[in-house]
């Protein structure tokens, strides 16, 4: 552990700077957010043009129709329209906020609150809590009409919102109700260990992260999800039986098996599996259901499951635990800076003596373009575990010597196209947007690479 001190303790004094410079941290915010604004719209006016294409990539051509295809073009265009547009907004709206002095004027407004409620200064988790609350809300309020038009006007026109009016305002409420109730608890551990622990936080802060991650793994398909849709036990029949099978001759630790009414909101379909090692769910969308054959789902099941065998969500979580570190690594230098708040207009009775969520969210806003680089690296190594899971569904014959799995391949990419088909997804992506924005690798990658895996597995036989 005290290596660990060590270590982090050089890290402050190459920042000590922070401290005490006085140095313009607005306009390096205020440009760093910006020039990722600018590289996001020079990405989708790089992939705009590929939606006025009027046939599919040649590997695509045999299995996507003209009417298909002309209506994922259409879908595509009025996307990347809509998210230019939002993104240049949003990002209007930030750069006024952070112009014009809104984040100091939440915190005094957070204790003005408190004041009249008869708690002072001194109560400075409670004011983080009402101050973050604050700025959440009220951030929040000119971008809502961008999610009314994106859910009723763009996701209609395309025939895939199912969403009431008044459905969207009971998610909405919601949503800000179960962000206080988890996040007010969680904000309050989260600060009050930095108050108990110091300078040497670090570590604490670490153990607290993993066990929140771990907990919300129990509480959101139990408590939060239930909320907003109705997950009921898969009824019995072909996808059950194959589905069952599968996971039992895998030893895929499955607890429960649900269909979920994704129709309720969107007939986009998916399927996901969440729990300890010891106890796992898998949750079906009845839209997938419905858009697919039995066999197909349980192919787009053997990849979720390729998921699992190799273990991906724990690396994953280990790959983001070691980012989180980083962060907290560099925070230090930061939470004792005067001149940082200052820079943002606080007032000097606050800067004076910085509050850790001032000062943490300030720190968050500095490392906007270190965000971006790293989202692009975690891109790629999701994209090399997809590739890992369809690999996995391929070869499932092998592994599990059974006849019946020769096609499993055949049958995952018969699934992918019609996941694209009937959700619209894009076929021509270019491949720095893709880069940048893909978490999965393109349809069409990813049938070539089903068809390299049947073809070397050929080869060994």
């Known amino acids: 552990m005290n290596f660990l001190y060590s270590g982090l303790a050089a890290i402050q004094r190459h920042l000590a700077f922070v401290s005490v410079d006085p140095v313009n941290w607005k306009f390096y915010v205020q440009v760093f957010s910006w020039s990722v604004t600018i590289f996001e719209s020079y990405l989708l006016l790089r992939q705009y043009p590929l939606y006025s294409k009027t046939s599919p990539p040649e590997a695509l051509a045999p299995h996507i129709g003209k009417e298909d295809f002309d209506k994922s073009q259409k879908y595509g265009k009025d996307k990347a329209q809509f998210a230019l547009f939002s993104k240049l907004f949003s990002q209007c709206v930030d750069s006024a906020m952070l112009q014009y002095g809104f984040y100091a004027w939440c915190w005094e407004a957070a204790g003005t609150i408190l004041g009249k409620l008869g708690y002072g200064t001194d109560y400075e988790i409670l004011q983080s809590i009402v101050f973050s609350f604050t700025m959440y809300l009220l951030s929040s309020l000119p ?83 239930p909320l907003f849709n109705k997950l009921t036990p898969l009824s019995n029949g072909d996808l059950r039986t194959r589905v069952e099978s599968l996971a039992g001759k895998l030893h895929f630790p499955l607890k429960h098996l649900y269909e979920i009414d994704g129709s309720k909101r969107s007939s986009h379909s998916n399927a996901y599996f969440f729990g300890l090692p010891w106890s796992k769910h898998i949750v079906i969308f009845d839209t997938l259901m419905q858009q697919s054959k039995p066999e197909e789902v349980e192919a787009v099941l053997a990849h979720e499951l390729g998921h699992w065998y190799y273990l991906h969500p724990t690396k994953m979580m280990a790959i983001s635990q070691i980012h989180i570190f980083t962060i907290l690594a560099l925070f230090p230098a930061f939470l004792h800076a005067p001149p940082l708040l200052r820079s943002f207009d606080f007032p000097k009775h606050v800067a004076a003596q910085p509050p850790t969520i001032v000062a943490f969210l300030l720190f968050q806003m500095i490392l906007t373009p270190l965000e971006a680089f790293i989202s692009i690296g975690m891109n790629a190594v999701s994209r090399h575990f997809e590739w890992e899971a369809d690999r996995f569904a391929c070869e499932l014959q092998d592994k599990l010597k059974e006849e019946s799995m020769t096609d499993m391949g055949d049958r995952l990419g018969r699934a992918l196209i019609t996941l694209h088909v009937k959700n619209l997804s894009t076929v021509w992506v270019d491949w720095l947007y893709s880069a940048y924005h893909h978490s999965h690798p393109t349809l069409t990658e990813r049938l070539k690479g089903l068809e390299s895996f049947r073809a070397k597995r050929a080869k060994k036989e």
């Open 143 to 225: 971008t809502l009409p961008l999610s009314v038009y994106s859910t009723f006007v763009l996701e209609e026109k395309h025939g895939f919102n199912k969403i009431t009016p008044g459905l969207f305002v009971a998610d909405l409420v919601k949503s800000w109700l179960i962000a206080f109730a988890l996040g007010a608890p969680f904000l309050a551990a989260f600060l009050y260990i930095f108050k108990w622990a110091g300078d040497r936080f670090v570590p604490w802060l670490m153990g607290f992260m993993i066990s929140f991650q771990l907990l919300m793994v129990i509480l959101y398909p139990t408590v939060i999800q």
